[in-house]
């Protein structure tokens, strides 16, 4: 929770459903979201990026969902991607990470994994779209909200059932939102 709002976050790999699925429960609540910084990062400075970019892009991802809460309804903001998995990009493009990652300590309420069961859609940003690397991307995610111990629930199954999953995961959480 930061300033009051309770924040849940879409964690995971590429193509997955995220933005989708956190625009979704954003409208389902009436509140707002975050979208994806680090896209927008790579399409003003493409995908050949540093460890540097993926701090630069973990520390625009928090500014934003600082920039949001202001506009928050109902005590709940979804964020489409935050510093953590940022943080499973540096790991799963350079094999560490720097150490601003694990310093990083506002963590989401709640975070849902969507599974890698939906087909990978490439675009010209998605760099891991072989099943092998799919799973290796989403074995990352779930490992970095363990070694965090937070807490975190899967999101599977067709489109369509994982708005429904997460509902679902977000009452079980207790997060309810706030008149």
Known sequence: MIGGVRLICLHGPESTGKST??????RH???????????TYCEEHGTDFAMSDLVAMAKGQYTATLAAI??????LLFLDTDPLMTAVWADMTFGKRDPWFDRFADVADLYLVPGIDLPFAQDDLRL???AE??????????AELDRRGVRWATVDGPAGDRQAAAL????????????
């Open 70 to 75: 202001p506009r928050v309804r109902h005590g």
């Open 21 to 26: 699925l956190a625009e979704a429960l954003a």
């Open 29 to 39: 609540f009436d509140t707002i979201w975050v979208p994806e910084y680090g896209r």
């Open 133 to 142: 690397a799919r799973q290796l991307f989403y074995d990352l995610s779930v």
């Open 168 to 179: 679902a995961a977000i009452g079980a959480a207790g997060i309810a939102p706030i008149d």
């Open 128 to 130: 891991h779209g072989s």
